[in-house]
């Protein structure tokens, strides 16, 4: 098992900065990858972010890439989201997640998940 605390959510004007931090705890040692992926109302959950546990590998979706970066702390069992540059159509619930899978973009491929962190961004 895999516990995963998320924090850092909060309301932001567009063009501001944000940073969510996840922190993991129980059985990380099993983990291949730690993605972040976001649900905003009415539509699906979607890929935002993802970094490999061991190797600092980086994955991210088009929307995002240039002004998020993900990046862990293994010392710490922390995965951080830093968010710059941020855009109305960011609003949402952000989830922190695991995987053993080596398919980091697919939801449905990860075991373990945070509550979510709401991020609000007004234009």
């Known amino acids: 098992q895999v516990q995963l605390v998320e924090s850092g959510g909060g309301l932001v004007q567009a063009g501001g900065s944000l940073r969510l931090t996840c922190a993991a705890s129980?059985?990380?040692?099993?983990?291949?990858?730690a993605g972040w992926f976001r649900q905003a109302p009415g539509k699906e959950r979607e890929f935002v972010a993802a970094?490999?546990?061991?190797?600092?590998?980086?994955y991210y979706a088009d929307s995002v890439k240039g002004r998020f970066t993900i990046s862990r702390d293994n010392a710490k069992n922390t995965v951080y989201l830093q968010m710059n540059d941020l855009r109305p159509e960011d609003t949402a619930v952000y989830y922190c997640?695991?995987?053993?899978?080596?398919?980091?973009?697919?939801?449905?491929?990860?075991?373990?998940w945070g509550q979510g962190t709401q991020v609000t961004v007004s234009s």
């Open positions: 129980g059985r990380t040692y099993t983990t291949y990858a």
């Open positions: 970094v490999r546990w061991g190797g600092g590998n980086t």
């Open positions: 997640a695991t995987t053993k899978s080596a398919v980091v973009s697919t939801a449905r491929m990860y075991d373990y």
